[in-house]
């Protein structure tokens, strides 16, 4: 069975800092990963995706995420964080299967708090 | 705004009672979702609809009975629910393809006394 494990209940980062969210997963095969955020009252919101090709991808607001296929794992980071950057910040996984639905599962969420 | 809209945005029912949701999106999307967001837990996928055609059904009590008339629309259908059953339904849609990410609406928030 597939799963997303996101380590942290909640991360805190200084404005201005680097901040990283970490996701690990678990899949057969090879996986289609995405990360959402989600605002207070608001449904998810999609930042970016890894499909296939260049490890490293960017999204929006500046976030961007590395593909590492040995450590399975999909790290989301910003290089310099902003206080609006505070939010719930969800990682997801897809089997890249060629045939057939493919349910996405996704992870607890970790949420960020950037200090001014 | 992502598309999809959702009503009520707030819904208070007793266990008794019989409610509906209301999903819309306005993307052109042939795959509509719905999930349930409660405190600490992850994520989870309720239903899925393909082309109007149920293709996921997550092991839902059938107190949840969603209907999907067209691409553009999605229900669920509550009744008799329970007080566990409190929490954040979530819609979705996306083009079908597993590549595709999904669009949320913004929720409706059910609390069943």
């Known amino acids: 069975a597939q799963s997303v494990a996101q380590p942290e209940d909640q991360v805190n980062v200084a404005e201005g800092n680097p901040l990283t969210v970490k996701c690990t997963y678990s899949v057969s095969g090879n996986p289609y990963l995405f990360w959402y955020v989600q605002y207070p009252n608001r449904g998810l919101q999609f930042l970016l995706k890894y499909i296939t090709g260049d490890n490293l991808v960017k999204g929006s607001y500046g976030f961007e995420a590395e593909f590492n296929k040995s450590q399975t794992c999909f790290h989301l980071k910003k290089p310099s964080a902003l206080v609006c950057d505070s939010a719930l910040y969800f990682c997801a996984v897809r089997a890249a299967y060629s045939g057939g639905y493919q349910k996405v599962t996704f992870g607890t969420g970790t949420k960020l708090q950037v200090i001014p | 705004e992502t598309g999809v809209t959702q009503t009520p945005r707030h819904l208070v029912m007793g266990m008794t009672n019989k409610k509906s949701l209301k999903c819309e999106q306005h993307l052109g999307h042939n795959a509509m979702y719905w999930y349930k967001q409660s405190a600490k837990k992850p994520l989870e996928l309720m239903f899925v609809?393909?082309?109007?055609?149920?293709?996921e059904n997550n092991s839902v009590p059938s107190r949840f009975s969603p209907e999907c008339p067209n691409s553009s629309h999605l229900f669920l259908h509550l009744h008799t629910l329970q007080p566990e059953d409190s929490a954040l339904y979530l819609c979705a849609s996306s083009p079908s393809g597993l590549a595709y990410e999904q669009y949320f609406g913004p929720g409706t928030r059910l609390t069943v006394t």
């Open positions: 609809y393909n082309f109007k055609e149920q293709t």
